[in-house]
């Protein structure tokens, strides 16, 4: 009996020890969630960083997984594979990480730092990145080059990071320096160099690239060539035609060397060419200052206007214009004015052996049924010329093929349309050069267009708009005066372009400027074609299809407010598309809502665009908002070692 009650007291003893060492336990634990809960609660923007600097540690741990870059076979339809997509994809679930932890911060922790990204996104094109194409499960047609158009990332898959330039980035040399010559570091690709060096079109001289000026077709250089094409159009060796030729479509530009000997002829052209293997052709171009864009003639609509071009070039573009019923030249054919000209280069138009010989009678065919004539014809290169008139369309035999599109396809619409085997419809006689809808260069810039009656608009509200833009452009220059210098700026963007006032006003400027009209706004980018501008259709809520490093200054009128009244994209998203594009030391001209103006001044220390900026009451007038402000802004330049410091 005693030996029971000494055990039992015994373990009265040994559960009061056990109880007194769980409340022990459970005080601390208390006790330490309640510091954590104060420490949180005085310093939350430090938490916030603290987790940002844990995700882009792991980041920085990733940048040795090698992302092989994609590049084409010989035969288009086999896609290449990337050997490294698991670890592309864990880089992206870690910056997805970055964009969640920045989202759920406040404005103050998001001012601290965007973090930059690995660098093999580099040369990131979000909308044009095959390597996404497998992780995406798309089933794209490589005949028909679905694998070269606009295929954007799901929000998960977004890089919500900054791009890196790559090593030894340099600031770009100036125009007009910069049409012969740039660094080799900027873009660094020599394959062009070796592929075409029998055609002069890049070479390689020690820390620079140098462009002789040649071509596939023009070997001898591209001024020689454009000076032959005038001559057998009877034009005096100046392609120009006393201004009656001023936009032009150079198809499959390589590195836009055509696009570039046209400058001195008050020629402005939008060489287009694909993300394929001529590895960053495009890239090459904007580097050196010539307008250009990436583009594929594939199923879907450019994104211009119809009746936008007077000349549309194809020197050995390798493009097979009899493919789905002559399509891809039907979409030529819209896209050229009434009594525009199309100069084809390619051996079928002078070779005599039976398979070229088959592709010319096949085109002659074609282009005749499409009512085309031949303008001239000589060695290599034919030029023919649309028809001025309807009359020819009438005159055509009932049933016969390419038929007239239906009466309610709009040809000016362009975003995201499928091309269509059918002739686009003119109305007679309106657009054609030196004709009486459409005046010659320069006259042409300032002349109302007739297809402002299309948009509702008289010409009062035009030559106002001049009138504003100049204004705007003048005191524009006046902020920046002291930041920049006689070649700051070539290339130049404006994303809401209107009626493309903000460009005409820098045309004595020794500048370029893609004006974009956004898609979810009126229309308005055919005006800007018929004042002898060029630009391009864009949907902000998706990135532009251009390579990184792109523009020297971008100018946005209301695009936050407007993009806001969408929702399909945040602020950030908007500002880390800007940053791709804008070159290091490029600046930014922000037009916009006083409170659209403050949240973003909160992020510049983010993006880095504090090297120079400031805020300033918006001179008002009939196209401003009541609290409208502007915000300049100058992007650094900073190399990786400054990044990592």
């Given at each position: 009996?005693?030996?029971?009650?000494?055990?039992?007291?015994?373990?009265?003893?040994?559960?009061?020890?056990?109880?007194?060492t769980l409340t022990a336990c459970v005080t601390l634990v208390a006790f330490s969630l309640v510091v954590m809960y104060c420490v949180s609660f005085l310093k939350p923007a430090a938490s916030n960083r603290s987790d940002l600097d844990?995700?882009?540690?792991?980041?920085?741990?990733?940048?040795?997984?090698?992302?092989?870059?994609?590049?084409?076979?010989?035969?288009?339809?086999?896609?290449?594979?990337?050997?490294?997509?698991?670890?592309?994809?864990?880089?992206?679930?870690?910056?997805?990480?970055?964009?969640?932890?920045?989202?759920?911060?406040?404005?103050?922790?998001?001012?601290?730092?965007?973090?930059?990204?690995?660098?093999?996104?580099?040369?990131?094109?979000?909308?044009?990145?095959?390597?996404?194409?497998?992780?995406?499960?798309?089933?794209?047609?490589?005949?028909?080059?679905?694998?070269?158009?606009?295929?954007?990332?799901?929000?998960?898959?977004?890089?919500?990071?900054?791009?890196?330039?790559p090593p030894n980035y340099k600031l770009p040399i100036q125009w007009p320096a910069s049409r012969d010559q740039v660094w080799r570091s900027n873009v660094p690709h020599t394959f062009l160099a070796l592929e075409k060096s029998d055609?002069?079109?890049?070479?390689?001289?020690?820390?620079?690239?140098?462009?002789?000026?040649?071509?596939?077709?023009?070997?001898?250089?591209?001024?020689?060539?454009?000076?032959?094409?005038?001559?057998?159009?009877?034009?005096?060796?100046?392609?120009?035609?006393?201004?009656?030729?001023?936009?032009?479509?150079?198809?499959?530009?390589?590195?836009?060397?055509?696009?570039?000997?046209?400058?001195?002829?008050?020629?402005?052209?939008?060489?287009?060419?694909?993300?394929?293997?001529?590895?960053?052709?495009?890239?090459?171009?904007?580097?050196?200052?010539?307008?250009?864009?990436?583009?594929?003639?594939?199923?879907?609509?450019?994104?211009?206007?119809?009746?936008?071009?007077?000349?549309?070039?194809?020197?050995?573009?390798?493009?097979?214009?009899?493919?789905?019923?002559?399509?891809?030249?039907?979409?030529?054919?819209?896209?050229?004015?009434?009594?525009?000209?199309?100069?084809?280069?390619?051996?079928?138009?002078?070779?005599?052996?039976?398979?070229?010989?088959?592709?010319?009678?096949?085109?002659?065919?074609?282009?005749?049924?499409?009512?085309?004539?031949?303008?001239?014809?000589?060695?290599?290169?034919?030029?023919?010329?649309?028809?001025?008139?309807?009359?020819?369309?009438?005159?055509?035999?009932?049933?016969?093929?390419?038929?007239?599109?239906?009466?309610?396809?709009?040809?000016?619409?362009?975003?995201?349309?499928?091309?269509?085997?059918?002739?686009?419809?003119?109305?007679?006689?309106?657009?054609?050069?030196?004709?009486?809808?459409?005046?010659?260069?320069?006259?042409?810039?300032?002349?109302?267009?007739?297809?402002?009656?299309?948009?509702?608009?008289?010409?009062?509200?035009?030559?106002?708009?001049?009138?504003?833009?100049?204004?705007?452009?003048?005191?524009?220059?006046?902020?920046?005066?002291?930041?920049?210098?006689?070649?700051?700026?070539?290339?130049?963007?404006?994303?809401?372009?209107?009626?493309?006032?903000?460009?005409?006003?820098?045309?004595?400027?020794?500048?370029?400027?893609?004006?974009?009209?956004?898609?979810?706004?009126?229309?308005?980018?055919?005006?800007?074609?018929?004042?002898?501008?060029?630009?391009?259709?864009?949907?902000?809520?998706e990135s532009y299809s251009t390579y990184p490093r792109t523009y020297d200054l971008i100018h946005a009128w209301n695009v936050f407010s407007d993009l806001a009244n969408q929702g399909c994209s945040s602020m950030e998203d908007l500002?880390?598309?800007?940053?791709?594009?804008?070159?290091?030391?490029?600046?930014?001209?922000?037009?916009?809502?006083?409170?659209?103006?403050?949240?973003?001044?909160?992020?510049?220390?983010?993006?880095?665009?504090?090297?120079?900026?400031?805020?300033?009451?918006?001179?008002?007038?009939?196209?401003?908002?009541?609290?409208?402000?502007?915000?300049?802004?100058?992007?650094?330049?900073?190399?990786?070692?400054?990044?990592?410091?």
């Amino acid at each position: 009996m005693q030996d029971r009650t000494l055990k039992m007291m015994s373990h009265k003893s040994h559960s009061h020890k056990k109880r007194l060492t769980l409340t022990a336990c459970v005080t601390l634990v208390a006790f330490s969630l309640v510091v954590m809960y104060c420490v949180s609660f005085l310093k939350p923007a430090a938490s916030n960083r603290s987790d940002l600097d844990h995700v882009h540690v792991e980041e920085i741990e990733l940048t040795n997984l090698k992302r092989t870059v994609v590049q084409d076979d010989a035969t288009p339809d086999v896609e290449p594979e990337s050997v490294d997509r698991e670890g592309d994809v864990k880089v992206r679930g870690h910056i997805s990480k970055i964009s969640k932890v920045i989202e759920d911060s406040d404005s103050d922790a998001f001012s601290n730092d965007i973090p930059l990204c690995d660098l093999r996104f580099s040369e990131l094109i979000p909308c044009l990145d095959r390597n996404l194409h497998n992780e995406l499960k798309l089933k794209l047609n490589h005949s028909l080059m679905e694998h070269y158009e606009r295929h954007c990332p799901p929000p998960d898959l977004k890089l919500n990071c900054r791009i890196p330039a790559p090593p030894n980035y340099k600031l770009p040399i100036q125009w007009p320096a910069s049409r012969d010559q740039v660094w080799r570091s900027n873009v660094p690709h020599t394959f062009l160099a070796l592929e075409k060096s029998d055609q002069h079109w890049m070479t390689i001289n020690g820390d620079k690239i140098n462009f002789p000026g040649g071509g596939t077709h023009f070997h001898d250089g591209a001024d020689k060539y454009i000076a032959s094409l005038a001559q057998m159009l009877g034009y005096d060796e100046n392609l120009s035609n006393h201004g009656n030729i001023r936009t032009v479509l150079d198809v499959g530009c390589g590195v836009a060397s055509f696009g570039a000997y046209l400058l001195p002829l008050d020629i402005l052209a939008m060489s287009l060419a694909p993300n394929d293997v001529h590895e960053n052709q495009i890239q090459f171009a904007l580097e050196r200052g010539i307008p250009a864009a990436l583009g594929v003639l594939g199923t879907k609509r450019l994104p211009f206007p119809s009746k936008s071009f007077d000349l549309a070039h194809c020197s050995r573009c390798r493009i097979d214009w009899l493919q789905r019923d002559g399509m891809l030249l039907l979409e030529v054919d819209r896209l050229l004015r009434p009594g525009g000209l199309f100069a084809w280069s390619s051996p079928p138009a002078y070779r005599d052996d039976e398979e070229d010989v088959k592709i010319w009678e096949a085109m002659s065919d074609l282009v005749e049924r499409m009512c085309w004539e031949i303008a001239a014809k000589e060695k290599q290169t034919v030029i023919w010329m649309k028809t001025k008139t309807i009359d020819c369309y009438d005159r055509r035999p009932e049933g016969i093929a390419p038929p007239l599109c239906d009466e309610d396809d709009d040809p000016d619409e362009a975003w995201g349309v499928p091309m269509k085997a059918c002739i686009s419809r003119f109305l007679q006689g309106q657009y054609q050069a030196g004709e009486k809808g459409l005046a010659a260069w320069p006259n042409r810039l300032t002349s109302p267009p007739l297809r402002l009656t299309d948009l509702g608009i008289n010409s009062q509200e035009f030559l106002k708009d001049n009138i504003i833009w100049r204004s705007r452009v003048d005191f524009y220059w006046e902020q920046l005066d002291a930041e920049i210098e006689e070649h700051t700026f070539r290339n130049i963007m404006d994303m809401k372009a209107h009626f493309g006032g903000f460009a005409a006003a820098l045309v004595e400027k020794p500048v370029w400027v893609m004006n974009i009209i956004p898609t979810f706004g009126s229309n308005t980018l055919k005006i800007i074609y018929d004042r002898g501008l060029i630009g391009a259709l864009h949907d902000w809520c998706e990135s532009y299809s251009t390579y990184p490093r792109t523009y020297d200054l971008i100018h946005a009128w209301n695009v936050f407010s407007d993009l806001a009244n969408q929702g399909c994209s945040s602020m950030e998203d908007l500002l880390l598309e800007m940053d791709r594009i804008l070159r290091p030391k490029g600046f930014v001209i922000i037009r916009d809502k006083e409170t659209v103006i403050n949240q973003i001044q909160t992020r510049l220390q983010a993006l880095h665009w504090n090297a120079w900026s400031r805020i300033v009451d918006a001179v008002f007038d009939e196209l401003s908002n009541a609290d409208e402000k502007i915000l300049f802004a100058r992007k650094q330049l900073m190399t990786l070692d400054d990044e990592s410091s």
